[in-house]
């Protein structure tokens, strides 16, 4: 089945360029692409940096998951990519790309700083994404790329939860 992601919001951008931004999550998505990989598979090869990059994909819904049977007492759950390519619709207000792109190149201290913010704002309950981005002093735009880059954080409709290991 062809499958096409199509790119319509700024913040959408954000996931796809930081599936890509280092070697290792290059490589496991190639890897992923060609064919199913377990997590186990992945781990061994690339180690926890492979592990937080499946991670990472599953969250963006990049990849798409199956429990297979490898020989052992349990199944183990799998990986593929799910798109077979994206289109980009691009035409957003200036002020709006900034924000995206500004947290898709943040620097990783930079980016945790501003995730652990947005953690202890949205407390254990989760947020109104509103009132967060007005305490936060940011845009909803910002917010909202803060949060598709990060593996500790989703929206929920309007509301801003924290994601349960």
């Known amino acids: 089945m062809n499958r096409i992601k199509v790119i319509n919001e700024p913040s959408e951008l954000v996931p796809m360029l930081r599936a890509v931004d280092t070697k290792v999550k290059r490589d496991v ?3 992923v692409t060609l064919e199913w990989r377990t997590s186990k598979e992945i781990e061994q090869k690339y180690g926890d940096e492979g592990k937080e990059a499946i991670k990472f994909f599953e969250k963006m819904k990049l990849v798409e998951t199956k429990w297979q049977s490898t020989g052992g007492n349990y199944p183990e759950k799998s990986f593929h990519t799910y798109y077979n390519s ?3 619709n691009a035409s ?3 002020y709006e790309i900034s924000d995206v792109l500004s947290v898709a190149m943040m620097d990783k201290d930079e980016f945790n700083d ?3 913010k947005i953690i202890t704002a949205v407390g ?3 947020k109104f994404s509103g009132d967060v981005a007005e305490k936060l002093g940011i845009t909803q735009t910002m917010l909202k790329s ?3 880059r990060s593996i ?3 929206f929920r409709g309007h509301r801003i939860e924290r994601l349960k290991e």
Do not use: C, Q
């Open 29 to 31: 998505l190639k890897e």
């Open 86 to 88: 994206f289109h980009i």
């Open 92 to 94: 957003w207000p200036v």
């Open 114 to 116: 501003l995730e652990k």
């Open 124 to 126: 254990a309950e989760g």
């Open 146 to 148: 803060l949060v598709k």
């Open 152 to 154: 500790k954080l989703d």
